[in-house]
């Protein structure tokens, strides 16, 4: 599942930089629009606040509210017993959570900084296009 997300992760980063790669093109009959368009702010602003509970449901260690938050599909094919203990795999390696530090919206990712007992580290909350959680992921643990 955490080379999936990674790789899910990588795609999803990856858009901004395509557009540039095609030259910053839009497709034919797509009209920009600046990213602060009330829907667009709101849609930003729920999936962050989405993203910080579904931090702190894992940092309490209540994994099933933290299920509440995820996709359906996501959520039959991610046991409960297996989400704990992805989230137990990065507590050994970071040190307990202490707190959120701040968070970030980047697409479909938000970016959760958190202060673990051992290390600051980033957390990728993933989202699908109807604002629920598809993963998470710490890419960087030392």
């Known amino acids: ?10 795609r999803l ?12 093109m839009l497709p ?4 920009a629009t600046e990213l602060t368009t009330p829907a667009i702010v709101a849609q930003t602003a729920d999936i962050q606040t ?3 509970q579904f931090v702190d449901a894992l940092a309490a260690g209540d994994i099933e509210s933290a299920r509440e938050f995820l996709n359906p599909v996501v959520k039959k094919d991610w046991s409960e017993s297996a ?3 992805n989230w137990q ?7 307990a959570f202490q707190n ?4 970030r919206v ?3 990712v938000v970016i959760v900084t958190a202060q673990f007992e051992n290390q600051t580290n980033d957390i990728l909350v993933i989202f699908d296009e109807s604002g629920q959680v598809i993963g998470f992921d710490v890419p960087e643990m030392n």
């Open 13 to 24: 980063l990856a858009l901004p930089s395509m557009a540039l790669l095609v030259g910053g």
């Open 50 to 52: 989405t993203a910080e």
């Open 28 to 31: 034919p009959g797509a009209v």
């Open 89 to 95: 795999d990065v507590l050994a390696m970071t040190g």
């Open 83 to 85: 989400m704990r203990q």
């Open 106 to 108: 980047e697409n479909e």
């Open 1 to 10: 599942m955490k080379s999936h997300l990674r790789s899910l992760v990588c």
């Open 100 to 103: 959120r530090l701040s968070s």
